[in-house]
């Protein structure tokens, strides 16, 4: 049996004042927290500014309608319960709000505390048993787990894991594709905040317009385009971890306004001037060099130590060779259920082949090349030939050439002497990911898997721009 928390914070709204103080005073009774509003914009009002795990609302009020209300709340705070009252004897308008999203309704005049103090109880059964149910769906289905073996790896699991359990801020440090996000994704999972949420913010994913509203949120017109207010991502991660993946790649204002928040733990909505509190366990991470980016000017020095309390370097795949054939199995597991086809497996050549990879793009590229391989395989088994691009096995070519920094080099004897290097191959990935996408440089970065900028870099490099 899953039961609610002790103490649940709980909005109350409702045009008559007796109405709104009985349902408080039987739900304080109960151990909950209850705030009170006396119509539907109020109440949009303090979802925009607090987090809830049950609103009752009236189905009639003036001004903003209880079903208005309800629609609004279901896009605001989709985890929240909602009971809707009405007192018109009639069931429809209720069951239109249950179809909105509306956990149940109680009809007015309600026959005293007991029969709303256990459909309340209902319902926060109900949202904690989906949030674990979401807690459980992420760990077991999200990014693959903490997979290791490699001696290179004891350390660095050993730190993470002494670590997870203080609230100290956590840089880890590695190429694209060590598994940052899943390093970050194990220090909040064994952290005393693993009941809250875990949200990240990839800071090279997103434009630099963009990017303040999008950690701190907005007001109504605090720009063009800023229809209504907006919680921005650090707000909804309160109780839980706050994870800022390329940090680097955050312009230097922005930066200086991060800083703030670190040191203070308090920041505003973009046009706003109330006052919120960063109730976030800090986790960051960059692909890059500090030391390069700092002299640079591309990473503040005092960000970077605010940040690095406590960095973690996560080596290379091709620095911790015999974790790549345990790793392989485990995604082998994740392929098979993304594609229907369970139970994959590689045969001796496979083996030979993924166990001697570069692999310079890490385990995001043994992932790929792992899913290229399973759809190019007609049953379950996976042999060396499923990793060579149809009709150019003599160049010894990864499958899809547009793969990015192919690290699985297959070279036969035949081939030898025309086999590509990783930088051509690399040049010829990024010309066929830009033709694929209709020359757009940003589909062209989440396609290969790079930043924006890193791609720009290249594109410089490369004489493609």
Request: aromatic residues 6%.
């Amino acid at each position: 049996m899953v039961y609610s928390r002790p103490m649940a914070r709980i909005l109350i709204v409702d045009d008559e004042e007796g109405i709104r103080e009985f349902l408080a005073e039987a739900l304080e009774d109960g151990g909950h927290v209850a705030v009170r509003v006396p119509d539907g914009g109020a109440a949009v009002e303090r979802l925009a500014q607090e987090s809830f795990d049950l609103m009752l609302t009236d189905l009639k009020m003036p001004g903003l309608s209880g079903m208005e209300l309800v629609r609004k709340a279901r896009a605001d705070q989709p985890e929240m319960e909602i009971i809707v009252l009405t007192a018109y004897g009639t069931v429809e308008t209720a069951v239109e709000a249950m179809r909105l999203g509306a956990f149940d309704y109680l009809q007015k005049p309600l026959s005293g505390p007991g029969e709303l103090r256990l459909l309340a109880k209902r319902a926060l059964e109900r949202r904690a048993l989906l949030t674990l149910c979401e807690r459980t769906k992420r760990e077991t289905s999200g990014d693959p787990p903490l997979t290791y073996g490699d001696p290179a790896m004891t350390p660095v699991v050993e730190a993470l894991e002494k670590v997870a359990a203080t609230r100290a801020t956590v840089l880890l440090l590695g190429e694209s594709g060590t598994g940052k996000e899943v390093a970050a994704r194990a220090l909040h999972r064994w952290s005393d905040r693993a009941d809250g949420p875990f949200v990240a913010v990839n800071c090279a994913a997103i434009s630099d317009s963009l990017l303040e509203s999008e950690l701190f949120g907005h007001e109504k017109g605090a720009f063009t385009g800023a229809t209504g207010v907006r919680r921005g991502r650090l707000e909804l991660a309160a109780g839980g971890s706050f994870f800022l993946d390329e940090i680097g790649e955050m312009k230097p204002d922005l930066q200086a306004k991060l800083l703030r928040v670190l040191e203070d733990r308090r920041f505003e909505r973009v046009g706003g001037s109330r006052t919120f509190t960063a109730d976030v366990r800090w986790l960051a991470a960059t692909n890059r060099e500090p030391e390069e980016m700092i002299a640079s000017g591309q990473l503040r020095e005092d960000l970077y130590h605010r940040l690095a309390v406590f960095p973690v370097h996560l080596p290379p795949l091709r620095r911790r060779r015999q974790d790549i054939l345990p790793l392989a199995e485990t995604l082998l597991v994740r392929v098979g259920r993304e594609l229907g086809r369970p139970g994959l497996s590689l045969d001796d050549g496979a083996v030979e082949l993924v166990s001697q990879g570069e692999w310079r793009g890490n385990v995001r590229e043994l992932l790929n090349v792992l899913e290229r391989a399973a759809i190019l395989a007609d049953g379950k088994v996976l042999s060396a030939r499923h990793f060579l691009f149809p009709g150019h096995e003599s160049l010894g070519q990864p499958v899809f050439p547009g793969h990015r920094s192919p690290g699985l080099r297959v070279v036969t004897e035949k081939s030898s002497s025309t086999a590509k290097t990783l930088v051509e191959l690399e040049r010829a990935a990024i010309e066929q990911a830009l033709v694929e996408v209709g020359g757009n440089r940003r589909r062209a970065a989440e396609r290969l898997g790079l930043g924006l900028r890193t791609l720009y870099d290249k594109l410089k490099r490369y004489e493609l721009d």
